[in-house]
């Protein structure tokens, strides 16, 4: 087992001045220019693997700075913290485990209690999905409710979306927000008899997801004896404990590990839902596309790595441009959800202002990641983009092929795709235009990701590409991307405002005991909402 991670501090490094003086000498070029320079820009600057293409070229991106970021992927040592995240050490050091994701799509070395959670995801999915496997009455299982937040629910939310194509007859719903009202909605017109709710979380004491689990509990209860709970409710957890104590039977109850993050756990049994709506394959494909990914991460060179050329093209951005965000545009409406999911991955891993070694850092970490699917996006936030004076580096994500055979909406989609990163970088260069306001300065940065098609091995190897962009970034500002303490002190307070809410006494700001430490603002909306 490779040692933990290094705690190189980047603006340390000679790659990193190096790039301060590069930017410095190139800031006003312009990608035409660079266009001009070097007639191969176009291949120079993409790389490939089986059904991806990334071309990078239309970046404000020299080949003297892609060189320095290589230099500094060198200084930071990634090739050494790749080898510690595979090699199972305890790279999250600060809750003191390792991080083993890609270890559950790797078919080849796959830990025994991970291939024996596969086969026993295996056959439920298949009965499930066979009729085999009925509710309390005898008659099958049509709706399974996915109940869970966070990784528990965003990754299996997304992927069910986006594999919509691959599914089979059961309807799947998603229930997260502790909103009451949604969960009603989602409750509304489900079968009893037919229901399978999956409960999904890691902990097990997430606030949202037990007391959604306990509400459906009630409902569930209120139309059928306690005997039928053990026919319509599965569980996905590392605390086998509670789940015990929450009444679900065990042989419906699936485990994780503590080795597994949440935003990185639909390969797990988290994925159950995923398996339970496109069948068990599928899902395999997905685990087998992912680990292709995980492959080409290390075992590709750098200058030629996926994942790690998206990496040092967003810290070049973010870290020299001072770019604060950064726009993901997946040309397919199956993607829909991508975003929000990434969005978990990316800002809940990288947004840490404190690094390896302890020491609060003096330059920029976590972008801001935000976007939706083309060509919607063209006639929403396009426009600000184009036009706006904030510089927003954006991936463009393409299949080249669509699943129904519309050929003429598929070059639609595709032609708006393309013309959008040709218009962001060439904008109305060299035109003779005499209105201020039809001028598009163009120079704006894209990557564009053509993918041949939305399979489920491709999505797998889709989301472990941004998984490991993330990953080689962390490494990079040398922080900590896989723990994220930053969310527990709200998830504190909360415990305190609710008390404050469920309590019939009146709050007072002479009376500490009825305000235990509540701000005034806060005082003050509490009053109102008691009132
Ligand atoms: O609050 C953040 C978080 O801890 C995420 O990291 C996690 O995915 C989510 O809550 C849900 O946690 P659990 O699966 O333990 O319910």
Same mark, same amino acid.
Request: aromatic letters at 10%; proline letters at 1%; glycine letters at 10%.
């Given at each position: 087992m490779s040692g933990t991670l290094p705690k190189i501090n980047p603006t340390q490094t000679a790659a990193w001045s190096a790039l301060e003086d590069l930017f410095e000498a190139q800031k006003d070029w312009s990608m035409a220019d660079l266009f001009l320079n070097d007639p191969g820009r176009a291949k120079n600057f993409s790389t490939e693997l089986d059904g991806f293409y990334l071309d990078y070229s239309k970046n404000l991106m020299s080949p003297e700075v892609r060189t320095q970021l290589l230099v500094l992927a060198d200084e930071v040592q990634l090739k050494k913290a790749i080898e510690a995240q595979f090699s199972g050490a305890l790279i999250n050091e600060t809750e003191g485990r390792a991080v083993g994701h890609a270890q559950l799509r790797n078919f080849e070395q796959m830990p025994d209690e991970v291939a024996q959670t596969l086969a026993r995801i295996k056959s439920f999915v298949t009965q499930v999905g066979n009729g085999d496997f009925k509710g309390h009455t005898g008659?099958?299982?049509?709706?399974?409710?996915?109940?869970g937040i966070g990784g528990s629910d965003l990754g299996p939310d997304m992927v069910c979306e986006a594999l919509a194509h691959y599914q089979n007859h059961l309807e799947l719903r998603f229930v997260s927000n502790v909103d009451g009202d949604h969960l009603h909605e989602q409750l509304k017109g489900l079968p009893v008899e037919q229901t399978l709710f999956v409960i999904v979380s890691k902990t097990f004491t997430t606030q949202e997801t037990l007391t959604n689990a306990q509400t459906i509990r009630g409902w569930f209860l209120s139309q059928a004896p306690e005997s039928a709970i053990a026919n319509h409710f599965a569980a996905v957890s590392t605390n086998l404990e509670a789940v015990g104590a929450f009444g679900i039977d065990s042989n419906l109850v699936f485990p994780m590990w503590d080795w597994v993050g949440g935003r990185f756990s639909l390969w797990s049994a988290v994925g159950l839902s995923i398996a339970l709506s496109v069948g068990y394959d599928h899902f395999e =494909?997905?685990?087998? /596309?992912?680990?292709?990914?995980?492959?080409?991460?290390?075992?590709? =060179?750098?200058?030629q790595n996926m994942p790690v050329l998206m990496a040092l093209v967003s810290v070049w951005y973010n870290n020299f441009y001072g770019a604060e965000s950064e726009c993901i545009v997946p040309y397919s409406q199956y993607l829909s959800k991508f975003v929000a999911y990434l969005q978990q991955g990316i800002m809940e891993s990288n947004g840490k202002y404190v690094d390896r070694n302890g020491d609060v850092v003096n330059y920029q970490t976590g972008t801001v990641v935000? &976007?939706?699917?083309?060509?919607?996006?063209?006639?929403?936030?396009?426009?600000?983009?184009?036009? /706006?004076t904030k510089l927003i580096p954006a991936d463009f994500i393409a299949f080249k092929a669509c699943l129904y055979g519309e050929q003429d909406h598929q070059n639609k989609l595709l032609a708006n795709c393309l013309a959008q990163t040709q218009a962001l970088m060439s904008g109305t260069r060299g035109q003779d235009i005499e209105s201020p306001y039809r001028v598009f300065t163009g120079n704006k940065p894209t990557n564009t990701l053509l993918i041949d098609r939305l399979t489920p091995n491709r999505l797998g190897g889709l989301i472990a590409l941004y998984e490991h962009k993330l990953f080689v970034q962390g490494v990079i500002w040398n922080i900590? $991307?896989? =723990?994220?303490? /930053?969310?527990?002190? /709200?998830?504190?307070?909360?415990?305190?405002?609710? &008390?404050?809410?469920?309590? $019939? =006494? &009146?709050l007072d700001d002479s009376n500490q005991a009825n305000n235990p430490g509540f701000d005034p603002s806060t005082t003050e909306l509490l009053r109102r909402i008691k009132r």
């Open positions: 008659l099958p299982i049509t709706h399974v409710v996915n109940v =494909d997905l685990l087998r /596309g992912a680990h292709a990914m995980d492959q080409h991460f290390t075992e590709t =060179d750098f200058d935000w &976007g939706s699917t083309g060509t919607n996006a063209q006639h929403a936030f396009f426009q600000l983009i184009h036009q /706006g900590f $991307s896989y =723990d994220q303490w /930053g969310v527990e002190l /709200g998830k504190k307070l909360a415990v305190n405002v609710l &008390g404050s809410i469920e309590s $019939s =006494d &009146g």
